[in-house]
């Protein structure tokens, strides 16, 4: 279970420097860019924790058959 759980911290920081790197694209520091940065953090988490869930059931798989 640990393995699943590294891939979820490793995809998660990984998001999240690239989410920040790029989000030099917006200027300025209205309502809308803070509701994009939530909502694009909120996309993070979820996708990372997607990601490591596809890992896991991918090695099930491979045990099952």
Known sequence: MSKYISIFCLTLVASVILFFL???????????????Y???TIII?????????MYYLINLLQRKI
């Open 45 to 53: 988490v979820l996708l990372s924790f997607l990601i490591s869930l």
């Open 38 to 40: 939530t909502i694009g």
């Open 22 to 36: 790029f989000a030099g694209v917006f200027d300025g520091a209205d309502y809308a860019e803070t509701a994009i």
